[in-house]
């Protein structure tokens, strides 16, 4: 059944990307994206997995690429449902561009003081030597509200060129920029994003089918690389050390391809271990991930906070069961998240959120809603995270951005008066 998944697992890929390379304008919409990450970041582990499973048992290697084939299915199925027409009207909410104009101001401004504020202050660490903890988080929680002032400005800025738009278009760009340069991968992603987007939903441009099929080969070669050169990725290529940065993306390639480390082996046994256990999370396990983020712990003290979570399951079960410990810096995927909180249902979420894109995507480009595009636009990355990082992850972004688009687009919205 292993090898009958697999190519399973391959057709849906291709699916999925067939379906946004036939008509290159599709290529910004949920299917083809969530496509691209299956087939860069999903397929390559489950072959390393395949040849190299290590602790997963057959069973366990066919549920999880099972399960992948679901999850990938149903972002094409929950994006074809047709969307309400109570929630397209309620995002087609009338904007005072005057008013968004100075929603942004303070979006960005707010995002570059806590930026500042994160650069004098030292990152303390949890005990595991990965999760950040202390003022740091809260300064970087805030910081990332530039991202949304980035497209409120640059739509702003492609509908009606004006210099002051301009330069708050690259002043609310740079924390993307400087990501960037560090070799940080979601924040590269979100920049083309919200470039792309910006451009084709307001001057309809798409980029040539050639250099979409380019990226999505040169994204499955260069996303691990990047995971462990960082920045000197770019030091290495603007350098013209062509030899060198090819032997890195190489070297990376091949060790991704080893199978030594494998977000996609954590799926696999966490997996196995609840449907051993029982211990499912029955969404418990993401409303822990909200209040990781939301409750802060050096300000309501840390019992509180950890009294306000489940922990349902400890991931120290996996060495009881296996001998196996979830390498540090590695994830558990969406695939693995999702079947823990709802077994065999779980992959509904990502129809779900499949069906949430549609709305949006029917209000961003018919009802032209800035609502809508700013919403989009900020939810593709938890989007995707969501699948390399978590579900959980997906909750906690998406909140942070459902919360402040909505506070902005309130804040400009047109008020009408009745005399």
Not at 13 to 38: D, K, T
Not at 79 to 84: F, G, R
Not at 292 to 301: A, D, L, M, R, T
Not at 340 to 349: A, D, K, V
Request: glycine letters at 8%; one cysteine or more.
């Amino acid at each position: 059944m292993v090898e009958i998944y697999q190519y399973l697992l391959i057709s849906i890929c291709i699916g999925l990307l067939g379906w946004g390379i036939i008509r290159v304008e599709r290529i910004y919409q949920y299917p083809f994206f969530m496509g691209s990450m299956f087939t860069s970041f999903v397929l390559p582990q489950i072959f390393s997995l395949i040849h190299k499973p290590g602790a997963v048992s057959q069973e366990a290697l066919e549920r999880v690429i099972l399960v992948s084939c679901l999850c990938a299915a149903t972002c094409w199925i929950g994006y074809a449902s047709k969307p309400s027409k109570k929630w397209l009207a309620k995002l087609n909410v009338p904007i005072d561009e005057s008013k968004l104009f100075k929603a942004g101001l303070v979006l960005m401004a707010q995002g570059h003081l806590f930026n500042f504020l994160l650069s004098r202050t030292v990152v303390q660490r949890a005990d595991n030597g990965g999760t950040w903890t202390g003022p740091a988080t809260i300064y970087l929680f805030f910081s990332q509200v530039t991202n949304i002032a980035f497209g409120i400005f640059l739509l702003q800025a492609l509908k009606r060129p004006k210099p002051i738009t301009i330069i708050c278009t690259l002043i609310s760009a740079w924390p993307l920029i400087s990501s960037i340069l560090v070799g940080r991968r979601q924040g590269t992603m979100t920049f083309i994003i919200i470039i792309g987007l910006s451009f084709y939903l307001v001057r309809r441009y798409v980029p040539p089918r050639v250099l979409v099929v380019t990226a999505i080969l040169m994204m499955t070669l260069i996303i691990p690389a990047l995971g462990v050169i960082r920045g000197e990725f770019w030091n290495l290529l603007f350098s013209g050390q062509w030899q060198q940065l090819s032997s890195i993306i190489q070297s990376a390639f091949e060790f991704q391809q080893s199978g030594d480390i494998l977000e996609m082996r954590n799926a696999a046994l966490l997996m196995d271990a609840v449907e051993k256990t029982g211990l499912y999370g029955y969404g418990s396990g993401w409303w822990d991930s909200i209040i990781f983020q939301y409750v802060p712990g050096q300000i309501v003290g840390q019992t509180f906070k950890e009294s306000l979570q489940f922990h349902l399951l400890d991931f120290d079960l996996l060495q009881k069961l296996y001998g196996y410990t979830v390498p540090t810096g590695s994830t558990i995927t969406g695939i693995g998240d999702s079947f823990m909180e709802f077994s065999f249902l779980g992959f509904l979420i990502f129809g779900i959120i499949g069906y949430v894109f549609k709305t949006l995507w029917i209000s961003s480009l018919y009802y032209q809603s800035t609502y809508s595009r700013l919403l989009y636009m900020g939810l593709v990355s938890p989007a995707m995270v969501g699948l390399t990082h978590g579900i959980g992850r997906f909750w906690q972004e998406g909140i942070f951005q459902v919360f402040f688009v909505s506070a902005a687009i309130y804040y400009s919205r047109v008020k009408y008066r009745f005399k």
